[in-house]
């Protein structure tokens, strides 16, 4: 994937300081990173840094007024991007259980580490979200499943999420799933380039994925190898495009006097 | 391969003078085979017709009555029998999710209470609820009550849809009156308690839109006294009765690991004895102080779905009682004066409206007033950036929102995870290997509402 190494707007090592893998080894992230990932894939992936997750564009002004004598100073305004915080140890509640179970599982299993599978933890909200490579989502997700200090064995969903452009991987695979067993919920996702949007199914794992990644298939373009039958679902078999994408054109609505037209919502005056 | 349209009417130029049956089975060449099409009654005479040797594929839909929306199924057959079957959705897709990155948090509200209209105070709660989980708010009480009042209510107008739908396309159609009869007295408690029959909008972040009005509490335990003596009736009616039994009993069977792999939640996955409630699991608004039980069943077949919605119906009435007990006076939207509106509405000569005082008091006292009104109303709150997943017990299942902000005014994302459309996945292994008639049974018994499933 020549791909992976391109990320505008992201420096190249990105691996320093908080953006590095979650807790254990901070200070060694390009040995860990070798080890982990050498396993299971191309040289490409190897060395490759986890990029810190960006979710939310950087701000310029106010009202969506660009250009104009601005003399009320909203203009000046700026505000970076949303990246959420990797989570420190302890988690707290079940959050540091369920890591340690995982990497112990994983490290059993033999194929991959967990430091390599998932290179941020987010704790938020009383939420957790594990930021996945994708080349690592099959393993942890049977992992999860099948491991009896783990059971999640029940897949809530996948959905997308994109992000906008601009924004380092904007595209996101997420995953819901539930442990009923222990009465768990672990949020999985995959961030993806818009221009490489190949995300691993989970159809083989969690049936119920099938209809959900055919979904996200529609809306966001993303193409999960593996899934049965990847086909639209909600849009028409001809159409043209996927819907959900922030760059997707919208249209406007024409109004009956005099050929006027009322914008499409995107280009209305916005006042974020 | 021949393929099967039912109900498009018969082709003239097949008419065989013979036969003066206007009605008869008729047959066209096609490329993709001989289409027959067939209007009931004449099922023997297409049988014999293509000797059973060809793969008959029937397109059921997709505007069919037997569904609960626009739902278009594709069956194989051999003889009667189910040999594969297809279903194809998206005829209701509206855009729901997209639209509402172009709204205010409020005004999302709008436009996901359209998803699932028989359950609509049910995805107003969702969102409500993932989008104070983002903004860290907690709902006053008496909007928690207020809350699960209306979705208690709600749920019962759900299943006696799901009860009479179901009847209706089984042929039981005093079932149907019967449930639709019901059902009009949740509508107008609805209507009374919200101001709208569906559609409500009534839940906003933060809590609900107003408070509910004078004598409501009376209205609604009249309603539940009401209820009370006509939901036997479907036992009367529907329980004992042999063809009902026959037409349900081992229909639509769908075992717990089956329900647990496609993600199906709901009366499916209690009716395969597990009782996963998240009202009782993870009690959300207070659920857990009010008394009631979570009706399970083992037989996993459309029968036991039946009884478990009617058993449902009885514990939401419970639940409703309790709720009228615990309303105590208080407010009904948060404190926050950044997040509530500010208008507070009241009945006018005139019908609904803003209330004459705050009128007088923003436009006549207050210039600051104004401009805040204006500022909330049209540019909305902004919502702390973060995503936030959360489920509730819609009456068909795990319903979740899941909503991520960017720190705006409006959401980035906004994905309900409906269960019609998971629960809708499940109808293959329910049908397949049964007969045609069947597929409607356990397709009934999923009660899928297609606003929901397309969105």
Not at chain 1, 99 to 114: I, Q, R, W
Not at chain 1, 119 to 139: C, K, N
Request: with cysteine; glycine share 12%; charged share 20%.
């Amino acid at each position: 994937m020549p791909d992976d190494d391109k990320q505008p707007g992201v420096p190249p090592t990105g691996a320093g300081g908080a953006s590095g893998p979650t807790g254990a080894t901070p200070g060694t992230p390009e040995s860990e990173a070798a080890t982990g990932s050498a396993v299971a894939f191309g040289p490409t992936e190897q060395h490759r840094p986890h990029a810190p997750t960006v979710t939310g564009r950087s701000r310029e002004g106010m009202f969506g007024i660009s250009g104009s004598g601005d003399t009320s100073g909203f203009g000046g305004l700026r505000l970076p991007a949303y990246a959420p915080a990797p989570a420190e140890r302890p988690y707290g509640g079940w959050f540091d259980e369920v890591v340690d179970e995982t990497a112990a599982a994983l490290d059993e299993g033999g194929v991959t580490t967990f430091d390599a599978a998932v290179p941020q933890v987010t704790v938020d909200r009383g939420e957790m979200t594990w930021y996945v490579a994708r080349e690592h989502l099959p393993t942890l997700a049977r992992t999860l499943r099948d491991d009896p200090a783990l059971r999640f064995e029940f897949c809530s969903g996948v959905s997308g999420v994109d992000y906008g452009e601009g924004v380092p991987q904007q595209l996101h695979s997420v995953t819901q799933l539930l442990s009923m067993t222990y009465r768990r919920r672990l949020r999985l996702e995959v961030c993806l380039e818009l221009d490489d949007p190949h995300c691993p199914s989970l159809v083989s794992i969690y049936p119920t994925a099938d209809w959900h990644e055919r979904e996200t298939w529609d809306m966001f373009g993303i193409v999960y190898d593996g899934h049965p039958s990847l086909t639209r679902i909600l849009m028409p078999d001809d159409w043209n495009g996927h819907p959900q994408l922030k760059s997707y054109p919208l249209g406007g609505i024409p109004v009956e006097y005099k050929g006027a037209e009322i914008p499409p919502p995107d280009q209305r005056r916005a006042y974020t | 391969m021949s393929t099967l349209e039912p109900g498009l009417g018969t082709d003239p130029t097949v008419a065989d003078p013979a036969t003066p049956d206007p009605y008869a089975a008729s047959s066209r060449e096609t490329t993709e085979g001989t289409v027959y099409t067939v209007t009931g009654g004449d099922w023997d005479e297409l049988l014999s017709e293509t000797t059973g040797d060809e793969r008959i594929v029937i397109n059921m839909g997709p505007q069919h009555p037997s569904t609960h929306g626009v739902l278009r199924l594709v069956l194989e057959i051999a003889g009667e029998t189910v040999t594969d079957c297809r279903l194809v959705i998206g005829y209701l897709h509206t855009g729901i999710e997209k639209n509402c990155e172009y709204r205010t948090w409020t005004q999302g509200v709008t436009f996901v209470t359209r998803c699932d209209y028989l359950a609509p105070l049910f995805t107003e709660t969702a969102y409500c609820m993932s989008t104070e989980r983002l903004l860290g708010i907690e709902v006053p009480t008496r909007a928690q009550v207020i809350r699960v009042l209306l979705m208690e209510i709600n749920r019962i107008g759900s299943h006696l849809v799901a009860l009479a739908t179901g009847g209706m396309e089984l042929g039981a159609l005093t079932g149907m009156t019967n449930g639709f009869r019901e059902r009009e007295e949740v509508l107008h408690l609805l209507e009374f308690l919200t101001g709208l029959r569906m559609n409500h909008a009534f839940i906003r972040p933060g809590g609900v839109v107003q408070d509910l009005p004078e004598g409501a509490e009376k209205r609604i335990l009249e309603f539940c006294d009401v209820m009370d003596g006509r939901l036997p009736g479907f036992h009367q009616l529907l329980t004992g009765n042999a063809i009902w039994q026959q037409r349900l009993v081992g229909i639509g069977y769908l075992p717990l690991d089956g329900c647990l792999s496609l993600g199906v939640t709901g009366p499916i996955l209690r009716s395969a004895g597990l009782a996963w409630d998240l009202r009782k699991i993870d009690p959300y608004l207070g659920y857990d102080q009010y008394e009631f039980e979570v009706p399970t069943d083992n037989a996993a077949d459309s029968f036991a779905r039946y009884k478990l919605r009617v058993e449902e119906m009885h514990q939401s009435l419970r639940i409703i009682r309790q709720c009228v007990e615990a309303l105590e006076p208080g407010p009904v939207m948060v404190e926050d004066a950044k997040i509530a509106w500010p208008a507070k509405l009241s009945i006018g000569a005139d019908g609904m409206g803003n209330s004459l005082e705050h009128v007088r008091k923003i436009m006549g006292q207050s210039m600051e007033s104004l401009i805040h009104h204006f500022k909330l109303v049209t540019e909305g709150f902004k919502v702390p950036p973060g995503q936030a997943y959360v489920p509730i017990e819609s009456p068909r299942g795990e319903l979740g929102a899941h909503l991520v902000s960017d720190g705006g005014t409006r959401p980035l994302r906004v994905h309900l995870r409906d269960p019609s459309f998971v629960n809708l996945q499940a109808a293959p292994a329910m049908c397949e290997g049964g007969m045609v008639s069947d597929v409607i049974a356990a397709l009934a018994s999923l009660d899928p509402v297609m606003g929901g499933c397309d969105r």
